[in-house]
C-alpha cells in the first residue's frame, strides 16, 4: 500500500478549539493567506486594524515571507485545511507549534521545528520572522481579551490547575 506524503501533512490530528490564542490566529491566517489576494487583504486589514499600520505592516511582512519562504524552499508543498474547519491538519500543527514556541521567545526550538518545512540554512531565519509574526498574534490576543480578564486572572489561585 503506497502512502502519499501530501495527504499525510493534511491527515487531522486535533481541532482548532484545542489550540491557544496565538496558535489558532497563526493557523487561520495561514488558510487565509494561502487563498490568495483576498485572503492576504484581509489578513493585512484584521493586522492593520488591531495593531496600526507600522506593526500591522511589519506582521504581515513576516507572515509574507515566511509563506514565501514555504513555498520556494520547502520540503514539500504544505497542506491545509478550508478556512471554515475546525479540524487542525498535520501540517497546520507543525506550523502552529512552530508560530506558538517563536512567540513565546524560543527561537531554538521554533528552528528546530522549521527544519521539519524548510532547508536547513533557513530555519533560523525563518524563526526570526515566526517570532515577529507570533510576537504580533500574541499582542493582538491581549488587545481583544475583555477587560476583566486581567482582573479574573489574577483573582484565580495560581495552584490550582484544570485538566479537563
Known amino acids: 500500500m503506497k502512502h502519499e506524503t501530501i495527504s499525510r501533512g493534511g491527515a487531522p490530528v486535533g481541532h482548532l478549539g484545542e489550540l491557544d490564542a496565538v496558535e489558532a490566529a ?14 492576504q487583504r484581509q489578513t493585512k486589514a484584521d493586522l492593520h486594524r488591531v495593531l496600526g499600520e507600522k506593526h500591522g505592516f511589519e506582521a504581515a511582512s513576516a507572515l509574507a515571507q515566511i509563506f514565501d519562504l514555504c513555498v520556494r524552499h520547502g520540503r514539500r ?14 501540517d497546520e500543527s507543525c506550523i502552529a507549534n512552530f508560530i506558538g514556541y517563536a512567540s513565546e521567545c ?19 531565519p525563518m524563526a526570526a520572522l515566526a517570532q515577529t509574526f507570533g510576537l504580533a498574534l500574541r499582542r493582538m490576543a491581549l488587545a481583544e481579551l475583555p477587560r476583566d ?16
Not at 77 to 90: E, S, T, V
Request: glycine share 4%; net charge positive; hydrophobic share 45%.
Open 77 to 90: 508543498p504544505l497542506m491545509r485545511h478550508d478556512i471554515n474547519c475546525k479540524c487542525l491538519g498535520a
Open 149 to 164: 480578564a486581567t482582573r479574573v486572572a489574577f483573582e484565580s489561585n495560581p495552584t490550582s490547575k484544570t485538566i479537563h
Open 106 to 124: 524560543k527561537r531554538e526550538d521554533a528552528a528546530l521545528i522549521a527544519s521539519l518545512i524548510v532547508t536547513p540554512d533557513l530555519c533560523l
Open 26 to 39: 497563526a493557523v487561520i491566517y495561514w488558510r487565509l493567506w494561502s487563498q490568495g489576494i483576498d485572503g
